[in-house]
């Protein structure tokens, strides 16, 4: 059953008169018309309206932070020639049950020593993961580039991410390839049978 409050709005009024003492007069109601809602008289009604939280008291949002973070580490320089690590870091906050694929590209001049330049992991589990690599070089023309991408099986969500090492490439190593991309999304394009906008 649905009441609606034009119709709470006397019986209000008379359950308000019933507890007075009989020599004060009962407010009258003012007649309203149905245009416009009635108006509380509260007190909290009158007050400041609330406040809202600065950044600082706010709890971060779970849905905003990415579901993993991908990072390297290896050393501060990379040299002309020889041997070196990089071990390949994946923090996530929850376990993740969606299939990833850890993929190392390199560049020319180098060449992978040990560890797997395209491992499939089945799951992703809850803290840290880490994969090293030793990396034999001799004048690379461009970054290590590691990826980590993750796919829906159904290939409705995912996630991707993607480091260079060396970061900013060193005097004489070619700089990587610029993301090429659309800044603004082509004009729409008008379909047959559907008049155009």
Do not use: Y
């Not at 993740?96 to 560890?115: F, H, Q, W």
């Not at 004489?172 to 090429?180: C, E, R, S």
């Amino acid at each position: 059953m649905r009441v609606s409050k034009w119709l709470l709005l006397p019986l209000l009024t008379v359950l308000g008169c019933v507890g007075r003492d009989k020599a004060e007069p009962a407010p009258a109601a003012a007649p309203q018309s149905a245009a416009t809602p009635p108006v509380a008289a509260t007190p909290a009604a009158q007050a400041d309206p609330p406040k809202k939280p600065t950044p600082d008291e706010m709890e971060p949002s779970v849905e905003a932070q990415p579901p993993f973070v991908l990072s390297l580490k290896g050393p501060d320089s990379v040299p002309d020639a020889g041997d070196f690590e990089i071990t390949a870091k994946i923090e996530a906050r929850v376990a993740i049950a969606t299939p990833a694929m850890l993929v190392v590209t390199l560049p020319g001049g180098a060449k992978l020593v040990s560890g797997k330049d395209r491992e499939a992991l089945p799951r992703v589990d809850a803290g840290e993961t880490s994969r090293t690599f030793k990396f034999s070089v001799s004048k690379m023309d461009g970054p290590i580039k590691i990826s980590l991408d993750m796919r829906d099986p159904s290939g409705a969500r995912g996630a991707h991410a993607e480091r260079l090492f060396p970061l900013t490439p060193p005097p004489g190593m070619a700089a990587p390839p610029a993301k090429t991309g659309r800044a603004v999304p082509p004009p729409p394009v008008a379909r047959p049978g559907v008049p155009a906008k």
